[in-house]
């Protein structure tokens, strides 16, 4: 991705880039949930970790290795931590990751895997006001031990959160277009705002002469933007409830105001979605089209259900959906699984078993 | 991955293809493992559902659906099941997967994700001598229930196989070149017929004018192919010894006398690794690469390491690795994994920590 895209990119001259692959991943036409075939998924979830995390993840250890730097700090909710992991090992640089209370353990098992040593700090990530003096302690440890303090978003990082926009640039030569509208969750806010930066460039160089409508999806317990822009304010807010959906559950304003602006200078808007219609989406997507990906990663595609059914949207839109984070990283469990999985004898191998 | 290479596949006319994205997957150069540049993983593992078996699965499902099927029944050591199940859903085909006894417990959670029922059969899996009986019985209930017994073998499925076969393409494509050597997994054997018959299509088009050595590496519990290839017979053989690394644990001969003759044909050879020697090299991979597979995933390239220290192949020769499985599909738990991961408070940032 990074040798294709250079020249949009913050890569310093004659450094290699060396990748895992990550970027160019698949856009898939939905076949069941708008059969007309003008929905589509940019498969994130298929990036080499299992989350678009990578595209941010490697080019931030790439600046921070041609820099000359040996290591890095950074904190995580999940997806971060084992895309840095994986690209410091890539690259040689030793990884320290601060990881909040709350983080999956599948998504926490995934980052030693590439040797990083991980930190799981009691009380981050419960709330914003038991977080907030950890988080200022890291920065100050930053500073203190002059080692870079990794954060996947463009208020702390925003030379590696250009990593995000070739998803863009993706889209429009997967598709042969730009699209109308492209739905993205909105955690931190930083996904969004990279993608729209990145039609945008499309733009200013004459590669096309239209933008899509960005479309900002977010849980309604973690509505930092939505509200606030369909109040037409300029600004995001800080909430004081959170989601349940693993890496969407951010209560401050990071990237989330920068966000908000996107949406606004493209013409798109907001959508609310509660956590069970997060889960319903993931679970029609892995039954019906046969993609599998972890609550967060559905999100999108419940937005774009919602906004049909509200009317917001036409079916006849060109619509694209960004799948975020794999299934596998989260992995469906419990008794809903257990369920479809019977023990069985080789006698049992009669009519009725599949009737 | 079907459209592209449809002149290549036995694709009925006029059916649309409709895929998830499988195939094309990155060709990735080996940083550390050769700092020559000489070695390339090819990234399988970020197929759609985590593996190689996707590429199988969307053609064989293909196949399926456009005969005017509505169901079908498969077997499954853990990854071919995945595979269908999510191609079936995509396909709207009813799937019933009949797995064996030692099938990882992620693999078995990812297949009813996809909708797909599950049937874990006592006994089977265990041993040739139990597995074989039920495994008659599956073969007489398609014939009695008339619904297709689809295994993922050259030997039952001979048309989905050919799915295989754009590897070669892509690796030739990626490269810019024929690679010197492929080394490729062997449980079955399937996989590397398939590469092998990719490879021929391209020579016999007058697309390349040489092949490469196809090298096939097998557990040294499993060497159903390597000890007779290096007797020179002509057929494989059956063993009653097996290896814990999950989706090598082929007893019998079901494609690897077809693998057998395709290695000799390209003038390749055998390698014998043992089980730590794979779980050497799929850590090797993680910390040093960056790349997270199963361990059978990891197999290839500890068949490359082996044959380097051997002094069987050299440095200098291009070597291709097909890494098979995503790590996420039999994740890394238990103490390795733990004593990387530290329970801190926030006080505990200092120095010390990442000293």
Chains 1, 2 share one sequence.
Request: glycine share 10%; proline share 5%.
């Amino acid at each position: 991705m990074l040798e294709k895209y250079r020249q949009f990119l913050p890569i310093p001259k004659g450094v290699e880039t060396n990748d895992l692959g990550e970027g160019n991943t698949p856009m898939v036409r939905s076949g069941t949930l708008n059969p007309g075939g003008n929905l589509l998924f940019k498969m994130e979830q298929m990036n080499p970790t299992g989350s678009f995390k990578d595209r941010f993840a490697s080019l931030e250890t790439l600046l921070i290795k041609s820099s000359g730097r040996q290591a890095f700090i950074a904190t995580s909710s999940g997806n971060t931590g084992a895309a840095l992991a994986a690209y410091a090992a890539r690259r040689g640089l030793d990884c320290f990751l601060f990881v909040n209370e709350v983080v999956p353990e599948s998504k926490l098992n995934q980052m030693p895997v590439y040797g990083a040593k991980v930190f799981r700090v009691k009380d981050f990530g419960i709330s914003h006001e038991l977080s907030a003096p950890i988080f200022q302690r890291l920065q100050e440890f930053s500073v203190e031990e002059n080692i870079p303090l990794v954060i996947s978003a463009y208020k702390y990082c925003p030379d590696g959160m250009e990593g995000v926009k070739p998803i863009a640039y993706e889209i429009v030569e997967q598709l042969g277009k730009v699209p109308d509208r492209v739905f993205v969750p909105v955690g931190g806010g930083g996904l969004l705002s990279g993608i729209w930066r990145g039609f945008c460039d499309l733009k200013e160089n004459g590669i096309v002469d239209s933008l899509p409508k960005m479309m900002a999806v977010q849980p309604e317990l973690n509505d930092t933007l939505v509200t606030p822009l369909s109040q037409s304010l300029d600004k995001a807010r800080e909430v004081s409830t959170t989601t349940t959906i693993s890496g969407l559950a951010v209560q401050v304003d990071i990237d989330a105001t920068m966000a908000l602006q996107s949406v606004k200078a493209s013409g798109g808007a907001g959508v609310l979605v509660t956590d069970e219609q997060i889960r319903d989406a993931k679970t029609r997507l892995s039954m019906e089209e046969g993609i599998y990906v972890e609550a967060a990663g559905a999100s999108s595609v419940t937005g774009y259900l919602k906004a049909l059914a509200d009317g917001a949207v036409s079916e006849d839109e060109t619509s694209v959906c960004i799948l975020t984070g794999h299934g596998l990283k989260d992995a469906a469990t419990g008794s809903d699984i257990a369920s479809r999985i019977h023990d069985i004898t080789a006698d049992d191998i009669t009519k009725e078993l599949v009737a």
